[in-house]
């Protein structure tokens, strides 16, 4: 079976216009607004790139040393030094010893030292809050004991429901 072609000239100056009407319409648009495309899609490209968090400083004032005047005065150093090499204090001796004794297969060496530096407060382990979920336990202090008061009845008459569900309580569902 064949394809009709209802192609006649007519048709054919037809369809040639409409394709040269649209090439012109997309070559006008192209003009006029190619250039705010592109620095939207510029200003998209912009936005994608990973943000970068300030450095937190720990909020402890920097004294500088006294100058005394019979010291050459040197001139300041174009790049300043660091305040502090590490955010974390140095570690106590004897926890630091833990590291050379023994293996950590045995419980002992790597494995003992990273269990007893976990058991120190953050306060303890780091000059100042690294991330902002630091913030929340920050020099929170030791949790406080809270001892639950209340008598057995209360308890099994605030556990079941009120609705009618398992109203009747069996003997066998009650924790003695």
Same mark, same amino acid.
């Given at each position: 079976?064949? $394809? =009709? ?5 007519? $048709? ?10 649209? %090439? %012109?319409?997309?070559? +006008?648009? =192209? ?7 592109k620095?939207? =899609? ?6 994608r790139?990973? #943000? ?34 590490? +955010? ?23 494995? =003992?030292?990273?269990?007893? &530096? ?6 303890? $382990?780091?000059?100042?809050p ?12 030791p949790?406080?004991?809270?001892e %639950? ?7 099994? +008459?605030?556990? #079941?429901?009120?609705?009618?569900? #398992?109203? #009747?309580?069996?003997? &066998?569902?009650?924790?003695?």
């Open positions: 079976m064949s $394809r =009709q072609l209802n192609m006649d000239t007519v $048709r054919q100056n037809f369809w040639k216009e409409e394709y040269l009407k649209e %090439m %012109m319409l997309r070559y +006008e648009w =192209q003009r006029k607004y190619g250039t705010l495309v620095a939207k =899609q510029k200003a998209k490209a912009a936005s790139l990973p #943000f970068k968090l300030p450095t937190m400083l720990p909020k402890v004032p920097v004294s500088l040393p006294p100058v005394s005047k019979t010291a050459p005065s040197k001139a300041p150093s174009p790049t300043p030094e660091p305040l502090f090499l590490s +955010e974390m204090y140095p570690v106590p001796p004897d926890t630091k010893a833990l590291l050379y004794e023994g293996i950590s297969h045995d419980l002992q060496g790597r494995y =003992q030292y990273l269990n007893t &530096r976990k058991l120190d407060l953050p306060e303890t $382990r780091y000059l100042f690294i991330t902002t979920n630091f913030t929340y336990g920050w020099q929170l202090g949790p406080a004991k809270q %639950m008061v209340s008598c057995k009845m209360c308890r099994i +008459e605030s556990f #079941f429901r009120k609705n009618g569900a #398992f109203a #009747f309580l069996d003997p &066998r569902d009650l924790a003695l």
